[in-house]
């Protein structure tokens, strides 16, 4: 559910491509909008969802560990493969993706403004990542 949505000026946006940024509900902890800061001031989205995705886990209860990032950005037309978009999102997050970070599992969507655009125009949308299957054990366990 959605229920953070801060509308920024964009002074000519398409009907379906509205300068928007949404965070979900449980990714408006320090390190859900961390990622949302970090990834608004490196790309200037056009859209941009930050999906704290830690409950699909088996960690404990008001985790910050998993994340879903969609991210839409003129700043990816330079990066042509989604390896090459993932590397410069993942550089912006190096703090919260590295070993000691606080952030377990990224799962990354990065795509220009016109290939959002089609796939908004074809009805589709980025679904959650799948359950956890178990882990490595690494993590605390749920409560």
Same mark, same amino acid.
């Given at each position: 559910m959605i229920s953070n949505v801060r509308r920024l000026c964009n002074p000519h946006p398409s009907p379906s491509l509205l300068r928007t940024i949404m965070s979900s509900a &449980?990714?408006? =902890?320090?390190?859900?909008?961390a990622?949302? &800061?970090?990834l608004t001031a490196a790309f200037d989205p056009a859209h941009l969802e930050v999906r704290n995705e830690s409950h699909m886990h088996n960690v404990p209860t008001g985790s910050e560990t998993h994340f879903k990032v969609i991210v839409v950005s003129d700043k990816f037309k330079d990066a $042509?493969?989604?390896?090459? $978009?993932? $590397?410069? !999102?993942?550089?912006?997050?190096?703090?919260? /993706? &590295?070993?000691?970070?606080p952030v377990h599992a990224l799962s990354i969507v990065a795509?220009?403004?016109?290939?959002? +655009?089609?796939? !908004?125009?074809? =009805? +589709? +949308? /980025?679904?959650?990542?799948?359950?956890? $299957?178990? =882990?490595?054990?690494s993590l605390p366990k749920k409560n």
């Open positions: &449980a990714a408006q =902890g320090p390190v859900g909008e990622i949302a &800061a970090k $042509r493969t989604p390896i090459a $978009r993932h $590397r410069l !999102v993942n550089a912006t997050l190096s703090e919260e /993706v &590295a070993a000691d970070g795509m220009t403004p016109d290939k959002w +655009e089609q796939k !908004v125009a074809k =009805g +589709e +949308e /980025v679904g959650p990542s799948p359950n956890c $299957r178990g =882990g490595d054990g």
